[in-house]
RNA sequence: GUGAGUGUAGCUCAGUUGGCAGAGCAUCUGACUGUGGCUCAGAGGGUCGCGGGUUCAAUCCCCGUCACUCACCCCA
């Protein structure tokens, strides 16, 4: 083979692809009821927007962004997530300056140069939406809503839903402070991760699965009991609004937000059938990112879906592909060229119509038409030329019917649904 | 970046204690001169991942390499 794709990515053909449709339609129809639109953004951008807003010490940043350099000499990136070109977006075309709160949603690819595994690609597909303009708790309530009407109505079952505060730049420090003091004396009972994490980035500890740093975590501060009086009323304000509107979900205070912009409200949507990527759905807000782009301070709220962790979880669900209302088995030249033409006056009228084109026997006509699932078939030979009529043959209950070779005639017969 | 496993037909996989490369499925053709799904027959399709070594002989044994898969880290 001369040419092989690269490490992590893939090709996407039908039947499959019918499954993405289907997600995106669904996406789609429930995004335009909320009030949101579509946004097209770049996949590229300058480096520094990943970099000064995710965090440098992040391993989206340390280890898996796709790097390099232009031929003009600029360090440019493949984004590894959605929201940080939207915020450049936002503030670069003023759109702050719209009606409050703004709505905005995107569906495309993302890149991370990670080492491929079950259900994570470098590059990935994933559906989000951002929400500026509002830090009022009924947005995040109703973001959180509508990522789970979306994900019911694509065929997602058993997904779970967990969310937490992560408070923000006031009490997070003193949270942060609490954490590395309680788990101070202990620290020899954690994993060698762990300890490294204790001074960069303490709050992953309490995300960690080895067993041993589950036990000795017992009893550390939670995240939660720290929250400043505006976070904790935010916090409340969420949970109340989700009972207002029946979303159930689980307190999960020990959700792990692996970029640094993330402010208040945290949630994930998880499924245990994924096996150790069991994130499907993932979002939070983030009130300080766009003042940090140099713009007027605008809270935002956003989510993403992860398409390769959703379409495992709803495969079983999406319906057979459909075949062509009308499939035409010529038997010679002549009744060829009358199928070719027909066919393309029936497609005019809004019908899928295909047809033989290369001369073989009407059985493997048959198989063939047979084989792409066509719901009824003519058979076109120089009897039929000469009358001007044919036999429809529905390929369900086999039943033939007498047809003129007219467009409006054969368009009756194929228009019922069998 | 770390660890483990697997590379043989389009797909799923057998196989040879080292001796002409196999099955099922799929594809195409035929079994009625013009009627599909079931059945039967036939055909096409292979650098046995790649490179080296051992051997009269390597798909098989040894070394290297690449690719894929899974897991860790982390994430959608």
Redesign the pocket.
């Known amino acids: ?1 001369r040419f ?5 990515v ?1 090709d996407i053909f039908p039947p499959e692809v019918f499954i993405w449709q289907h997600i995106e339609n669904i996406a789609r129809e429930v995004f335009q009821k909320y009030g949101y639109h579509e946004i097209r953004l770049p996949v590229i951008e300058v480096t520094d927007i990943f970099s000064r807003s995710i965090g440098e010490t ?3 940043v340390e ?2 962004m796709y790097t390099f350099e232009d031929k003009g000499g600029r360090s440019v990136t493949l984004r ?2 959605g929201t940080a070109p939207f915020v450049r977006a936002f503030v670069q075309h003023h759109l702050h300056n719209g009606p409050s709160p703004q709505k905005y949603y995107y569906l495309g690819p ?1 890149f ?1 140069y ?9 590059q ?3 559906i989000g939406i951002e929400a500026m303009g509002s830090e009022n708790p009924q947005l995040d309530a109703e973001a959180v809503s509508m990522l789970w009407t979306i994900l019911k109505r694509t065929g997602l079952k058993d997904a779970r839903l967990e969310i937490t505060s992560i408070g923000c730049r006031l009490c997070r420090p003193e949270y942060k402070t609490a954490l590395q003091k309680s788990i101070k004396g202990k620290l020899k009972d954690f ?1 060698e ?2 300890r490294r ?1 204790y001074k960069a980035n303490p709050l ?1 500890i309490l ?4 067993s041993s740093c589950i036990k000795a975590r017992k009893g550390a501060p939670a995240i939660l009991d720290y929250l400043c009086v505006e976070c904790g009323g935010h916090f409340n304000g969420l949970k109340h609004n989700l009972d207002l509107l029946n979303v159930s979900y689980v307190l999960n205070p020990n959700i ?4 640094d912009y993330y402010t208040r409200t945290a949630f ?3 499924s245990e059938s994924l ?9 939070g807000r983030y009130d300080m990112l766009v003042k940090e782009f140099g713009g007027p301070q605008t809270p935002g709220i956003g ?8 379409i495992p979880l709803i495969k079983d669900s999406v319906e057979e592909a459909q075949g062509p209302d009308l499939f035409f ?1 010529p ?1 010679g030249r002549e ?1 060829s060229e009358k199928s070719f033409v027909l066919a393309e006056q029936l497609r005019a009228e809004g019908s899928w119509v295909e047809m033989n084109y ?1 001369s ?12 792409v ?2 719901r009824t ?1 003519i ?6 030329l000469k009358k001007g009529k ?2 429809i ?6 039943k ?1 019917t007498a047809v003129a070779l007219k467009v409006k005639d054969i368009l009756e017969i194929i228009k019922k649904p069998s």
């Open positions: 083979m092989k794709s690269l490490k992590g893939q992040s391993d989206i280890k898996e590894p997530e993302m991370r990670e080492r491929p595994q079950a259900y994570r690609n470098r990935f597909y994933q994993c991760d762990c994490r992953r995300d960690c699965k080895v792990v937000r692996g970029l994930e949507v998880t096996g150790s990527q069991k994130a499907v759905a993932a979002g989510f993403a879906i992860g398409m390769e962790r959703l088995c038997l009744a290369d073989s026997s009407l059985r493997s006509q048959m198989r063939k038409a047979d084989r699932n066509a078939v058979v076109l030979g120089e009897d039929e044919a036999v043959k529905d390929m369900q209950n086999k033939e």
